[in-house]
């Protein structure tokens, strides 16, 4: 999985696993929310920002790209390989 950062910076960071499933959100005051716990991998060499990757033509129909308020979101192993690629 990669790990994003959605604040600032907006840029894949590294590599991580999630070390404990879903479960509800303990800081959560309201709605159903759930809560994923992390473990780090590796990090990258180098952040690989969001406008570096909407301007990879493989990159393009990512769902980051085209809905970038999500979460969570699903990548090919090709995605996954040329941002990891991106970021040596």
Known sequence: MLFYHSGIEKAVVGIARVFRASYPDPTATDGDWSAVDL????????????????????????????????SVMPVTAKEFRAIVHMGE
């Open 39 to 70: 473990m780090p991998i590796k990090s990258l060499q180098r952040s690989v920002t969001l406008r570096e990757i909407k301007s990879a033509p493989l990159l393009k129909k990512m769902p980051l790209v085209r809905q970038s308020r999500l």
